[in-house]
T-cell receptor, first 115, second 112 residues
């Protein structure tokens, strides 16, 4: 297994456009998390899934954001009508629920720049 | 409220010197504690974690951390830093099988 992968690694878009990011977790992991990291800050939790069920969403996740994990494997994060404030690194992590230690393995992130 | 405080935004140490990065947390339940490292252009890498048991935990790359419940602290230490340790370090807290709350990070600079 090659770990958590994210695509694309970089995305530049114009304000008002929609963007979609993909995360492929470690294959046997049933938990998948999305975080956002802005410059000079630590990652902030956005949402997470167990299998295909979205279990929690942060108040940071406005109505313009939507996340899915349709078959309990990969996940997508879509941002509609992007704003300059959406510019950040979007991180995905996965873990195996029930495993003592709850270690989350992070992907390399998708860096979004909104012009 | 659940939070993590890393009071030092930047720390500079000379290569070969010892290092201690501070971390304080506020968490209502039994915390799971983590230290992650992030190098420029790289993803987050777990250095070490504490769940229970021995309060002094050993991690990768020669790092260790000590959990002090009475002080709500989980400081990271290394006896002798290398130039390759220059990076951003994040302390984090979470519950079992739950989201992780990160501090704002401490950027470590190494003087030759």
């Amino acid at each position: 297994d090659t770990g958590v992968s994210q695509d694309p690694r970089h995305k530049i878009t114009k304000r008002g456009q929609n963007v979609t990011f993909r995360c492929d977790p470690i294959s046997e992991h049933n938990r998948l998390y999305w975080y956002r990291q802005t410059l000079g800050q630590g990652p902030e939790f956005l949402t997470y899934f167990q299998n295909e069920a979205q279990l929690e969403k942060s108040r940071l996740l406005s109505d313009r954001f939507s996340a899915e994990r349709p078959k309990g494997s990969f996940s997508t994060l879509e941002i509609q009508r992007t704003e300059q404030g959406d510019s950040a690194m979007y991180l995905c992590a996965s873990s195996l629920f029930g495993l003592v230690g709850n270690e989350q393995f992070f992907g390399p992130g998708t860096r979004l720049t909104v012009l | 409220a659940q939070s993590v405080t890393q009071p030092d935004i930047h720390i500079t140490v000379s290569e070969g010197a010892s290092l201690e990065l501070r971390c304080n947390y506020s968490y209502g339940a039994t915390p799971y504690l983590f230290w992650y490292v992030q190098s420029p252009g790289q993803g987050l890498q777990l250095l070490l974690k504490y769940f229970s048991g021995d309060t002094l935990v050993q991690g990768i790359k020669g790092f260790e951390a000590e959990f002090k419940r009475s002080q709500s602290s989980f400081n990271l230490r290394k006896p002798s830093v290398h130039w390759s340790d220059a990076a951003e370090y994040f302390c984090a807290v979470g519950a079992r099988d739950d989201k992780i709350i990160f501090g704002k990070g401490t950027r470590l600079h190494i003087l030759p």
